[in-house]
């Protein structure tokens, strides 16, 4: 079994290596003569990443990569080291054995985890259920909704292209609730209630046989309860590798390709105080061998993703669940809110999996720790949430903000704030300075979902700029004033669900600018401001260039939301922010349509209404060279919608 954190084995066993040792001249080693000791230790949430530090024995010389490392399934390094031996038969006895163990070992062994089970007072169960206790003629059955909770599963998967007759509706229910048998169900859900039945549960949830699909008020009451249906599942089953319903997840897996290591190093077995054979105590010792291979941080050379790692929903049920199986191409995997496994000690690259919701979330209590590094640490979670998460699609454009609703309401309950459409309020400023990933050109503006101000109004990967993500909460001056923020919600009774309108009133300084250039390397766009002089002379540079600025090296570096706003001729430049290091970050904004005007909640009248289009930031000393180093324009209020 490979521990969940390994520490430093090598330090501990001492391991000293000759640079001789390494087997070709890539080696990650500084280029000098003489001894090292090389340190392992796990990067969070991973099995198959780990952090190698070499440290010279003879200078001041010290190199750290992260590696893939792994040994053979017959070495004795494979008891502490994840190794190349895999199960293939995902559905067998056996397999689903290793998987139980895993849920044991959570379930006893993660502290984390056992806390984050708590607070079964708020606890109800789902209104219906399938009764797996005969695998081979489940049936529907209705749930009181409170008193004695049953522990029961869930299923995430992908719906995919296939007849709906499987699905409960209105027709359908009653005959069913009295008893009559599922039959004709796609290979996904079968598969699930095969899972279920072997691993000792006999309460499958199912989304397409749970929710009357043809009731608006059926599926109104289930997505307001989605956080807690999967929330306080004994376990989520996750048919990754299906991108139907109608494929089924436990075919036997071909082997993966073999991985050919860069280096290799003998390794010294740790002590193991608990086992009677430990090499340790019969006074032997054994040495094993380490495979690694450097790892490349580039999505070239990523993993294909599985076809639930497209679809936003999964998402949600995947970071919602506080155990998961994983039924992936090439393995299954055991994931909790404390590490991520292949169920047999076998391999698996976690690197890029999404990374679990902060602990915070999941205490019976939310803190309400009032610490700025704590507040920092949670809404930088939030973001590498949604990094993942705006990659992903949803069949239904309005869903956008719908399928990440629960996951919201998660972080709601620490971050102790109203949220806005996916940003939070007494957050607001960092939050507006998002941006969309420059490698996604073309981009068309969806029919509404959000207001430009939201990073929900875009189909395409969401992240902040690294002046805003790297600075913690407290650390930014606030140029902006947010006067008033407010959205209007499609239903009030789902506060993080769909809006239909939405302003936001700052009070900010306004710089004329206009686009310029894209950087091959980055796909940055460059953006040039008016200076102050021209300012001054009342020169707006709508239609002429270089009335804006005449130098082109003095520019900030951003984003542009949407291709199509990059002939748009007036734009101004919103300073929300300024850090420390002289960065200062902006909005791009450009007049509102008359259609944004309409969706807007605040009255313009005397207030002109603008539009977000796009995001950068520049340096203080090009501000300087533009002549707004002394004082800025005066501050205007606007209205964004």
């Not at 521990?3 to 500084?30: F, K, M, Y």
């Not at 607070?119 to 059955?141: E, F, G, Y």
């Not at 039945?197 to 009731?215: K, P, T």
């Amino acid at each position: 079994m490979v521990p969940d954190c390994l520490g430093c084995i090598a330090e501990q066993s001492g391991t000293c290596l000759e640079e001789s040792q390494v087997e070709d001249d890539r080696s990650p080693l500084p280029a000098e003569a003489g001894k090292y000791k090389l340190t392992l230790s796990q990067p969070v949430f991973t099995s198959a990443m780990f952090r190698m530090t070499f440290e010279s024995q003879t200078s001041c010389l010290r190199s750290t990569d992260l590696f893939v490392c792994w040994a053979t399934q017959s070495d004795p390094a494979a008891d502490f080291l994840p190794h190349d031996g895999y199960l293939l038969d995902v559905g067998s006895r056996h397999t689903l054995d290793l998987a139980k163990e895993c849920m044991d070992r959570c379930k006893h062994g993660h502290e984390s985890c056992r806390r984050g089970s708590g607070h079964s007072d708020q606890r109800t169960m789902p209104k219906r259920l399938v009764d797996c206790a005969d695998p081979q003629s489940p049936l529907l059955v209705q749930t009181a909704g409170s008193g004695e909770i049953e522990a029961y599963v869930t299923l995430s998967y992908v719906w995919g292209v296939q007849s709906p007759s499987y699905r409960t509706t209105n027709e359908n229910l009653p005959g069913r609730i009295d008893g009559a048998p599922l039959i004709g169900l796609p290979k996904t859900i079968q598969d699930a209630i095969r899972v279920a039945h072997a691993l000792g549960y006999r309460y499958l949830w199912v989304d397409g046989l749970c929710i009357v699909q043809d009731s608006p008020a059926d599926k109104h009451r289930e997505i307001k309860y989605m956080r807690q249906i999967y929330r306080y599942a004994a376990l989520t089953i996750i048919a990754a590798s299906a991108s139907s319903v109608d494929e089924g997840f436990l075919q036997e897996r071909t082997e993966p390709p073999t991985l050919v290591p860069t280096h290799t190093l003998p390794f010294i077995c740790p002590e193991d105080p608990g086992n009677p054979t430990s090499p340790a105590l019969t006074g032997t010792q054994q040495l094993g061998t380490i495979h690694f291979k450097q790892k490349s941080r580039s999505l070239d050379n990523a993993p294909a993703p599985e076809p639930v790692d497209l679809r936003a929903w999964c998402l949600q049920e995947l970071l919602m669940s506080p155990r998961s199986l994983l039924f992936t191409h090439t393995a299954l995997l055991f994931r909790c809110q404390t590490a991520s496994v292949n169920v047999c000690g076998a391999l698996h690259d976690s690197f890029l999996d999404p990374r679990p919701l902060p602990h915070e979330l999941f205490q019976p209590n939310p803190s309400t720790d009032p610490r700025p590094q704590l507040r920092t640490s949670v809404w930088r979670a939030w973001w590498q949430t949604v990094r993942s998460y705006s990659s992903r699609s949803t069949s239904y454009p309005t869903d956008r903000l719908v399928a990440c609703g629960g996951i919201a309401e998660e972080f709601g309950r620490v971050l102790h704030t109203d949220y806005l459409a996916g940003l939070w309020r007494d957050i607001l400023l960092q939050d507006l300075l998002w941006y969309k990933d420059p490698r996604i050109a073309h981009l068309p503006r969806p029919a509404y979902r959000a207001p430009s101000w939201s990073w929900a109004a875009l189909d395409a990967q969401i992240w902040l700029p690294d002046p805003i993500w790297s600075r913690p909460l407290d650390g930014v001056d606030e140029i902006a004033e947010v006067v008033a923020c407010s959205v209007r919600l499609e239903d009030e009774a789902l506060p993080f669900g769909q809006v239909t309108g939405g302003s936001l009133v700052l009070r900010v300084p306004l710089i004329r600018c206009t686009w310029g250039g894209v950087r091959r390397d980055s796909g940055a766009r460059q953006v040039l401001l008016q200076t102050a002089e021209h300012a001054k002379e009342g020169k707006h540079g709508s239609s002429d260039e270089d009335s804006v600025i005449g130098d082109h090296e003095l520019c900030g570096w951003g984003w542009i939301d949407s291709e199509a706003d990059v002939t748009v001729a007036s734009l101004w430049a919103a300073l929300i922010l300024r850090d420390g290091d002289g960065v200062r970050c902006f909005l791009v904004l450009a007049l509102a349509t008359s259609e944004q005007v309409a969706r807007g909640t605040e009255s313009g009248a005397g207030r002109t209404v603008y539009q977000r289009i796009g995001a950068f930031y520049t340096l203080q000393w090009v501000m300087e060279k533009l002549g707004w180093g002394e004082g800025l324009p005066h501050a205007s209020e606007i209205i964004i919608v």
